[in-house]
């Protein structure tokens, strides 16, 4: 099915240890997405990216790191992962205005 | 600074009954309002969305409200049903500059049976 699918769902690590969260989307959008989810803090973009090789820093890149060397893929980066990295993150892309999202997933840095 | 303002954080309504969420924003380059919806264990998915030329648009139960000299816009769901309950989230923006969307903290709407 098209849509933008993200893997892995759920993800268990260790403070220090590298994280890489993968995003793929079938539609050939040309921005993508990153964000987090935290209770009482809403949705935070993290990074985004408007064409492969493209990407800027959102609200709260500290700690991660993107890269975009195809249309379809955005994956995400924890380079050492911490516990205040904790979240449900969102892979998204976009058409105009209108954001497509992944059904996220969850990480907890023990 | 904040620029999105959402409000309440939390809404419980009878079955039936009328849930209004609001959302005020400081940008006036904002051009598209939309809002969205989020169950629990799911992505957001846009539910509905208004452009600054019309002051009201209505799908089925669903009804945003603008008001651009207050810098403001409202969710109206009529007849809330149980499956409405969810997370909602406006994320005013300027739709050409995707990357520009701010979305607000979030409603968590409860429609008791």
């Known amino acids: 099915d098209a849509g933008i699918t993200q893997s892995p769902r759920y993800k268990i690590t260790e403070t220090g240890r590298q994280v890489t969260l993968m995003c793929h989307q079938t539609?050939?959008?040309?921005?993508m997405f990153w964000y987090r989810q935290d209770l009482g803090h809403g949705l935070r973009l993290i990074y985004y990216?408007?064409?492969?090789?493209?990407?800027d820093k959102g609200e709260v890149p500290d700690g991660y790191v993107v890269s975009r060397s195809k249309t379809e893929n955005f994956p995400l980066t924890l380079e050492s992962a911490t516990r205040s990295q904790t979240s449900v993150y969102f892979c998204?892309?976009?058409?105009?205005?209108?954001?497509?999202f992944g059904e996220g997933s969850r990480l907890t840095v023990l | 600074q904040q620029q999105v303002k959402q409000s309440p954080q939390s809404l419980i309504v009878q079955k039936g009954g009328i849930s209004i969420i609001n959302c005020a924003y400081e940008?006036?380059?904002?051009?598209?309002f939309p809002w969205y919806q989020q169950f629990p264990g799911k992505g957001p998915a846009l539910l509905i969305a208004?452009?600054?030329?019309?002051s009201e648009k209505k799908e089925g139960r669903f009804t945003i409200s603008f008001n651009k000299s207050a810098k403001q816009f409202s969710l109206h769901i009529m007849d809330s049903q149980p499956g409405d309950s969810a997370t909602y989230f406006c994320?005013?923006?300027?739709?050409?500059?995707?990357?520009?969307?701010?979305f607000g903290k979030g409603t968590l709407l409860t429609v008791n049976p």
């Open positions: 998204a892309s976009s058409r105009v205005g209108e954001l497509f």
């Open positions: 539609w050939s959008h040309s921005y």
């Open positions: 990216s408007a064409a492969a090789d493209i990407t």
């Open positions: 940008n006036t380059a904002f051009d598209y």
């Open positions: 208004i452009r600054p030329d019309v």
């Open positions: 994320a005013p923006n300027s739709g050409g500059s995707n990357y520009k969307l701010t």
